[in-house]
């Protein structure tokens, strides 16, 4: 993607801002951030970073690409404030989705979940029957939804990615995000301070770890391929937090132990894979970094410090 003006949402923030910082070299790029789970130490100097809510905010919209991850982005969160939720999952995507569309934009990639399909040990395709079982998965749905009637009704270029655990480490640019970043890096940062990570149930449980790199690139390939539809982004690969406590710990020359607690949430997903085989025949795409080195890299900056 060349010479293009650029909107990413969620700028700020974990994934955002590695999307920003990518594009910047070559495109106008305009991060805008709430600050709530992003902070502008984030970006580099390329980007043009603007403090405001999707919600009501008041920011530029007259780009050629929209990039919309801003998002309350886990359960937790929603099920704390599901108004507040809402607001920013739904209403937030119409809000930016319309001020972009009457500004003459015509393309915009977004961010929905995995979650929606369950605990599943087979790799799971987007043409499944999904459900909504906690606020977060329904404003997600929300959003496909939305986003269907904006392709539909004003035939808009829209497309969906279905992220799957995405990590980079704390630091990378998941730091900020605190105790809603992504397992990997929390417990890789509590192991290399000599902590204890804590695993709920017998920590069997698998996730598709997904590269923050492969995930950015992702989206610039449905952008770059004016894709309309829905799309898993992950390594049809999974590891049980077992395997990545073990992997973290040959990674730091560490041997530490989990402690094993009861898992706090009804309706815990226990097992997460991808097929992103319909991502792939779009695009071409595919993963370039396994969760071997991928937790290498989580792990490398500890041993330089």
Known sequence: MQDKRILVTGGAGFIGSNLANR???DNSVIAVDDTYLGTPENLDDAVKFVEASVVNGDFPVDVD??????????????ENDPQRGCRVNVEGFVNTV???RNAGCDTVVYASTSSIYGSRTEPSPERMDVEAHTAYEASKLARERYAEYYANHHEMTVAGLRFFSVYQGFCGNEEHKGQ???TVA???DAIANGEVPELFGDGTQT????HVSDVVRACELAADHELTDVYNVGTEEAYSFNEMVAMINDALGTDIDPEYIECPFDGYVHDTMADYSKFHEATGWEPKIDFKEGVELVCDPYLDS
């Open 98 to 100: 319309e001020r972009a």
């Open 180 to 182: 809603y970043a992504n």
């Open 207 to 210: 996730r598709d770890f997904t």
């Open 186 to 188: 929390q417990f890789a």
């Open 23 to 25: 594009l910047a070299p």
């Open 65 to 78: 690409v929209v990039f919309h991850l801003a998002a309350l982005s886990s359960r937790n969160m929603h």
